[in-house]
């Protein structure tokens, strides 16, 4: 967000609004509002968005509608250049913050998602990094990275309770006194990796169909849960969740401002409510927030959203005949029934996000090589804190999203926590739903081994 020049006006009536410290200030602006909770909670069922389309799957269950011959491969690379959804944009070299147009070019919304952010900015005042790049760059800008978040709560009678202000814990903040701490009552505590951004438009415009469709055809004992999710921007509406390690948004607009908020302390539209420090209210009105809500009118959240969705996937290294052969074993022992290595996006036109976007031409219709089904499962290392602390997502605390490979070579700290230093101790942590294949795999001689080895050092 660009400074605003009426800062000075307003860093100067908080002096005399900071005696005044009080919860009420930041609430209550729209009677219309929800709470925070009820927010998350979706309006009616996710609708289909059209037939589900192709994605590959072991055994007689592969082909849903038939592989779809016209569907071309998505566009993958780590170039730093557009897969064709927003133009490339002026030379980025010569984007300044004086002279950017958030919501011109993919260019513009790289830069935007690379500003680090200051308190005029509305930074903080509890965040965790200053720019949306700090955690999303590797190889390139929206790549994955080894930041990884803390996220706490307790459970209480079989009831998950949040810390206070939210399960996530801002690391920094911008007055000492305010940094968040883990509360010791706080039992259960995780830590979350930085997930790749890359390719996900495409993911974006995966139909709910296709991906309940993956549901369906997945052995009883190992199928995967679709979570549906509100869609804010689409009014509410439900949608299978697909972003982030418990599947918890389905649109990119909502992730991105929802992380605008919680990583950077930066209020918009979608999320207008100041996060607090262990539940005590820091937002415009006391001293530690001169701006008030919302410190972005959403423009850098939809230029967020261009530059993620006109990203191109992870590339693969090269594919040497051990990888060919480590893919086959990798299938044989059903590896591939969660990490679904093939999946086709909607047809141009369909409405997705509850009506708030429409699959465009060039994210139509296109083969992905995800490794995932963007399904939750129970494989036992489930970190105990739900999509949202309601009955309806209690059921996702023991689950994550099954982890897309795509990039898998550029990432050294596995699994939602990044404690597993290398791919053999990922796969030797997969029990529950994947407890069978994890033995299969554990079955198989070195060599083979070493072939899947390097077929996932190829990802
Ligand atoms: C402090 C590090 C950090 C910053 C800064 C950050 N993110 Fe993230 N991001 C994460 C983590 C951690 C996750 C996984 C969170 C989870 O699932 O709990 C994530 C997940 C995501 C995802 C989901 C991707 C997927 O497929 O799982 C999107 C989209 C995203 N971030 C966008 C953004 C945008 C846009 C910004 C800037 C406004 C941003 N992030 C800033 C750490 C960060
Ligand atoms: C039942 C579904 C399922 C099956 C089967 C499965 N996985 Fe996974 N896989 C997951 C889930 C879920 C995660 C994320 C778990 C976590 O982060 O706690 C994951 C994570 C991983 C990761 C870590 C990726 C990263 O970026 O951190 C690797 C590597 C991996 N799986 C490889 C395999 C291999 C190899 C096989 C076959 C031997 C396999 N998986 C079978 C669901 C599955």
């Not at 959203?305 to 893919?327: C, L, Q, W």
Request: hydrophobic fraction near 35%.
């Amino acid at each position: 967000m660009k400074p605003r020049t009426f800062l000075s006006i307003a860093l100067a009536t908080v002096a005399t609004a900071a005696v005044l410290i009080t919860s009420l200030e930041g609430q209550g602006q729209s009677p219309t509002k929800k709470t925070p909770q009820n927010r998350f909670i979706p309006r009616g069922r996710a609708a289909p968005e059209g037939p589900a389309q192709f994605f590959s799957m072991p055994g007689s269950k592969t082909a849903v509608n038939g592989d779809n011959p016209s569907s071309r491969e998505a566009v993958t690379g780590f170039d730093d250049l557009t897969n064709g959804y927003f133009e490339q944009g002026p030379d980025f070299d010569t984007i300044t913050e004086d002279n950017v147009e958030p919501l011109r070019s993919y260019n513009d919304g790289r830069f935007i998602f690379e500003e680090k952010e200051t308190a005029e900015d509305g930074l903080g005042p509890t965040y965790n990094t200053q720019s949306c790049s700090a955690c999303h760059q590797n190889i390139v800008t929206g790549g994955a990275s080894q930041i990884a978040e803390h996220r706490t709560g307790h459970t209480f009678n079989g009831q998950f309770f949040e810390s206070p202000g939210g399960s996530l814990i801002q690391s920094r903040a911008t007055f000492p006194d305010i940094v968040e701490h883990v509360l010791p009552v706080d039992t259960v505590r995780t830590f979350r990796m930085s997930t790749n951004t890359m390719g996900d438009g495409y993911a974006e415009c995966v139909s709910d169909s296709t991906l309940t469709a993956i549901r369906d055809a997945q052995p009883p004992d190992m199928q995967g849960t679709a979570p549906e999710v509100a869609v804010l921007e689409g009014d509410g509406s439900a949608g299978v969740g697909r972003f982030g390690w418990k599947c918890q948004h389905r649109s990119l607009l909502s992730f991105a401002s929802d992380a605008y908020l919680n990583e950077m302390g930066i209020t918009s539209p979608l999320f207008p409510d100041e996060n607090t420090s262990q539940g005590m209210f820091v937002g415009y009105g006391t001293i530690y927030d001169p701006l008030p809500e919302p410190e972005d009118d959403g423009t850098d959240p939809q230029a967020f959203v261009n530059f993620m969705r006109s990203t191109k996937a992870p590339p693969r290294g090269p594919i040497t005949p051990d990888v060919h052969f480590g893919e086959n074993k990798f299938n044989q022992i059903g590896c591939n029934i969660c990490h679904v290595s093939t999946i086709v996006t909607a047809a141009a036109g369909t409405p997705i996000n509850g009506g708030a976007f429409t699959v465009p031409a060039a994210l139509a219709n296109r083969r992905l090589h995800p490794y995932s089904d963007f399904l939750l499962h129970d494989i036992g290392t489930g970190d105990g804190i739900p999509i949202e602390p309601t009955p309806q997502f209690a059921g996702t605390a023991s689950q994550i999203r099954t982890a897309p490979l795509w990039g898998l070579r550029t990432r050294n700290r596995l699994m939602h926590d990044g404690l597993s230093f290398t791919a053999d101790d990922a796969i030797q942590r997969h029990g529950g739903q994947a407890a069978a294949v994890r033995d299969a795999f554990n079955a198989l001689g070195d060599f083979q081994k070493a072939q899947i080895f390097d077929f996932l050092n190829s990802l």
